[in-house]
């Protein structure tokens, strides 16, 4: 503790020389200047002594004669002396631990773990509601009270907790089970999503009410969830597949004039800095007109931990619109290469033409064609109880 006090204060090491070098300690003792960690060695004494007690050496040096030496100099004031022409260096440091004090008292990052249907950013979102978001004081809330009322304002968590971890808030929660959306208990039928002729039945579970080759419409029954048993009726979730031939039309229209968005190769950059909810531009030129925005955002990550510091770079692209004109050709192999987009799609690959058309008109060519395919056509429709479907 002495230590601590003497090194603020300040002290030296000095040496005394001379014959009568032995004098000094009983005229410092006298004069009640403290001296400590003497040393003797070759007619020369060692010690320490404080700044404010050295001042007053002179008076023992001129009643003895003996040579006082500055040896070693320790302690805050001579720190100070040393680098006093270096000012901003000190104040430097001093904002430095300010700042890092002022920001440990903040959140600067919100991490949501446990989540797998709702997304990070509305559960970010629904922390803000309660007054959880980066830039909050610590000391504002409460984790237990903020985490039940993120349960109940939303309602696809089952449950939450906030943990803090220095400035970074881990979120962590977990999500009901809907059981409605899963349909694992809930009974079903199996209907028609096309009309078609039945060519391939693979049923797991419920009634199937139609043989291959019969011919069905779109919103038919083929696997029906009540299923009659003596005298009891069973209501079941049904399951499988229904393969049937179904024809498929596709349409498609492009007119011989267009009016199309180009690039005019002006490009206005924006740099901005965001710090927690703060964003500071660098730069203030007004962008005006027409033109395609793209925003790039990266954040500040230092020894794997992600700051409230973030960089974000837009780019507009400045458009203009301008007026072309196609040839027959040009709108009809377009028109194909979409029509071909739409099937695959679609997800058929295999399938028969069954009619294709051009339909040209003095504005416009519109293609059509429909195809055979056999795919899939169950579609599970949910019903209750009293046979009201959902």
Not at 62 to 88: A, C, D, M, Q, W
Not at 303 to 328: E, I, M, N
Request: charged share 30%; hydrophobic share 40%.
């Amino acid at each position: 503790m002495f230590w601590i006090i003497r090194y603020f204060l300040g002290f030296v090491k000095i040496e005394f020389c001379g014959e009568l070098c032995e004098q000094i300690i009983n005229m410092a003792h006298k004069n009640k200047i403290p001296l400590w960690n003497l040393k003797y060695k070759k007619r020369k004494i060692t010690a320490f002594v404080s700044v404010k007690n050295f001042k007053k050496m002179p008076l023992i040096h001129r009643k003895t004669r003996v040579k006082i030496k500055i040896l070693e100099k320790y302690g805050i004031p001579f720190l100070i002396n040393k680098h006093k022409k270096r000012s901003g260096l000190l104040c430097g440091f001093i904002l430095f631990m300010s700042s890092l004090y002022l920001l440990s008292i903040f959140v600067w990052t919100v991490n949501v773990l446990g989540n797998e249907n709702i997304s990070d950013s509305e559960i970010i979102n629904s922390c803000r509601e309660i007054g959880v978001y980066e830039g909050v004081r610590k000391s504002s809330f409460d984790t237990k009270d903020a985490a039940q009322s993120l349960l109940l304002i939303n309602e696809g968590l089952a449950w939450a907790s906030f943990n803090l971890e220095g400035s970074v808030l881990n979120v962590n929660v977990t999500e009901t089970v809907n059981i409605k959306e899963k349909g694992e208990d809930l009974p079903s039928n199996i209907i028609s999503e096309y009309d078609g002729i039945i060519k391939k039945i693979d049923a797991k579970s419920g009634n199937v009410v139609v043989k291959v080759g019969d011919a069905v419409a779109k919103g038919d029954v083929l696997v029906s969830g009540v299923v009659e048993r003596l005298n009891s009726t069973l209501f079941l979730r049904s399951k499988g597949e229904v393969f049937a031939e179904t024809n498929l039309t596709f349409s498609a229209e492009k007119s011989f004039e267009d009016t199309v968005e180009y690039k005019t190769g002006r490009v206005i950059r924006k740099n901005t800095l965001e710090f927690f909810s703060l964003k500071i531009p660098f730069g203030f030129q007004k962008v005006k007109g027409e033109y395609i925005k793209e925003e790039k955002s990266a954040r500040l990550v230092i020894l794997g931990r992600s700051l409230p510091v973030a960089t974000q770079k837009t780019v507009y692209y400045f458009t203009d619109k301008k007026k072309v004109s196609y040839t027959k050709e040009e709108i009809k192999n377009s028109l194909i290469k979409e029509i071909e987009e739409k099937i695959k799609k679609e997800g058929v690959k295999n399938y028969k033409l069954k009619s294709e058309k051009f339909i040209e008109t003095d504005e416009k060519i519109t293609y059509k064609k429909q195809i055979t395919v056999i795919k899939n056509i169950a579609k599970e429709q949910k019903i209750s109880v009293d046979n009201k479907t959902e």
